[in-house]
């Protein structure tokens, strides 16, 4: 007898009958296991640091609408169906299941977490987790996030330049959240009507224009040295408006600049209107045709009137003779009275009174 391959023939036979074994005690210990109740519900909740926009009654809440509760048959419980019905809330990212050898529902539950509170241009708001998906507000709290204002669309379709909008949305809310400084210094984020991002800092009166969100990183590490720089210095109110969109650049306009430009860029629009609307014609203008004027008619003047009028006039004066003359034949002036004098000629002596002579009466 070949005892070699006898005894190799044996130590197979036990290895193949020991795996049948196993699979039927796993068979049976599974059989008995899933005839258990459920013993107790344990859950917790990961991912939310400083809020919980879910807590353990809501996720107990949900459970119990699957039809799982304590003394449940474990293998009445589909887990994987809870699992996805659980990861139906807006507010849960990630949701796993399973039974512990103490007959014990474990639930882990991922909670999203919000980088962005955005509100729109037409009044609307939504939080904006950090995969970039989009979260009803919570009747429990308001989480402490970035907040956007100006965005265009609430739309849940939104058109290619609002998607690329909101992307840099989600760029500046997670480099803030994750930045201990600028999530202190950060009190909303504008958005202007150029699609660009203007930040409103906590302490200082001025505005910040970052631009698109491209190089944000590099944008705030130069306004964080220009900080440092500017609060010993000259102190952080002096500026208005500080522009770091550009390369290398930290662009601070002094209090007071940006006015007298905006009032010049006023006055200067205000002007080339005027000589716009100075070269247009106005179009309620009526065209009116020239009247022609009316002849005066003078009254008759009867003869009498007329003959002693003419019996009044004078020739025209020629020299200062002539005129005193004529107004004396006139009555007008007397033998006395001075002749006018010429404007051009200086004026001349009056001539000496003559001296009356003596006339005897006889008697």
């Not at 023939?9 to 699979?23: E, N, P, Y």
């Not at 040295?225 to 500017?230: D, I, L, N, V």
């Not at 006023?266 to 309620?284: C, G, K, Y």
């Not at 003959?307 to 004078?314: H, I, P």
């Amino acid at each position: 007898m070949n005892w070699p391959l006898i005894k190799k023939s044996a130590i197979q036979t036990f290895w193949i009958l020991s795996g049948i074994g196993m699979v039927v005690l796993l068979g049976a210990a599974m059989q008995r296991k899933q005839a258990l109740t459920c013993k107790d519900i344990r859950i917790s909740i990961a991912g939310a640091e400083e809020h919980m926009f879910i807590d353990e009654q809501d996720v107990l809440k949900l459970i119990k609408e699957q039809g799982v509760f304590q003394g449940r048959t474990i293998g009445k419980v589909a887990l994987r169906s809870m699992e996805e019905a659980l990861e139906q809330n807006p507010w849960i990212k990630n949701a796993e299941l399973f039974f512990d050898n103490q007959r014990v529902l474990e639930v882990s539950i991922e909670e999203r977490q919000p980088v962005a509170r955005v509100f729109t241009a037409q009044g609307n708001s939504f939080y904006l987790d950090s995969a970039g998906i989009r979260l009803p507000l919570s009747d429990k709290l308001s989480a402490r996030v970035p907040m956007f204002t100006g965005f265009p669309s609430d739309l849940e379709k939104l058109s290619k330049p609002d998607s690329i909008l909101l992307q840099g949305i989600l760029t500046i809310g997670n480099h803030i959240m994750a930045d201990s400084f600028w999530r202190a210094q950060t009190a909303q984020i504008d958005i202007n009507k150029e699609g660009q991002f203007e930040l409103i800092p906590v302490i200082g009166d001025h505005h910040i224009v970052l631009g698109n969100a491209e190089e944000l990183a590099a944008k705030l590490n130069r306004l964080y040295t220009f900080y440092r720089q500017a609060w010993l210095q000259n102190g952080i109110h002096r500026y208005e408006k500080l522009d770091v969109q550009y390369k290398d650049q930290v662009v601070a306009v002094k209090r007071g600049t940006a006015q007298a430009l905006l009032d010049s860029a006023q006055a200067r629009a205000q002007l080339n209107e005027l000589m716009q609307l100075s070269m247009v014609p106005p179009t309620d203008t009526v065209q009116v045709k020239p009247v022609a004027e009316k002849k005066q008619v003078k009254p008759a003047i009867p003869a009498a009137i007329k003959k002693s009028v003419e019996n009044k006039k004078l020739p025209v004066v020629k020299d200062n003779k002539t005129a005193q003359q004529n107004a004396i034949s006139n009555g007008k002036v007397g033998a006395k009275e001075k002749a006018p004098v010429s404007t051009n000629k200086p004026a001349s002596k009056p001539p000496a009174k003559p001296v009356p002579k003596a006339v005897m009466q006889k008697q």
